[in-house]
């Protein structure tokens, strides 16, 4: 019985490194990718295999798209605190409330037609099969639903 122990030891050692060793270099790629400053473009280049030029006409519809998506996110969160205080206040609804509400709506929606303009510049440049991947890769953010997470994704890269 003993001998099974002085052999499993060791056994459960190697596997364990092994593993190790598995997962490190399978997520390597992850994050070197995930912590240069364009990691969702280099991510978004290798899921659509991107030429250089296509790649260079994103970055640049990227960076023009990159101030306008900051500020309407700073303009959501502004509205979020402001309906969050206005819920705090009062124990029933009353016509500020139902005010902040439609503001953070409207700001929501201005948001998703801004990222679907966006995301169809970006169509643009793509082949159609290209095309019809990066729809799919987007989908749930052009319906509002909460994404799931992706290598090297960031908030730069979406609404």
């Known amino acids: 019985m003993k001998r099974i122990f002085l052999l499993a030891a ?3 050692l190697i596997a364990a490194l092994v593993y190790a060793a598995t997962l490190f270099f399978e997520l390597l790629p992850i994050w070197h990718i995930g ?3 364009d990691a969702g473009l280099q991510w978004l280049r290798r899921e ?3 030429s250089d030029p296509q790649l260079a006409a994103i970055a640049r519809l ?3 798209y990159r101030p306008r998506c900051q500020a309407m996110c700073r303009q959501i969160l502004a509205a979020d605190s402001k309906l969050e ?3 705090r206040q009062n124990r029933s609804i009353t016509p500020e409330i139902l005010a902040a509400m439609a503001e953070c ?3 929501r929606s201005d948001c998703r037609q801004a990222f679907l303009q966006h995301v169809y510049a970006v169509t643009g ?3 159609p099969q290209q095309q019809q991947h990066y729809l799919t890769l987007v989908a749930d953010e052009l319906l509002g639903l909460v994404p799931t997470p992706s290598p090297g994704r960031n908030a730069s890269s979406g609404p």
């Open 10 to 12: 060791p056994i459960a």
């Open 35 to 37: 912590n240069g400053p």
């Open 48 to 50: 659509l295999h991107l």
């Open 62 to 64: 990227q960076e023009a």
């Open 85 to 87: 205080a206005l819920l």
């Open 105 to 107: 709506d409207r700001l």
């Open 125 to 127: 440049k793509l082949s």
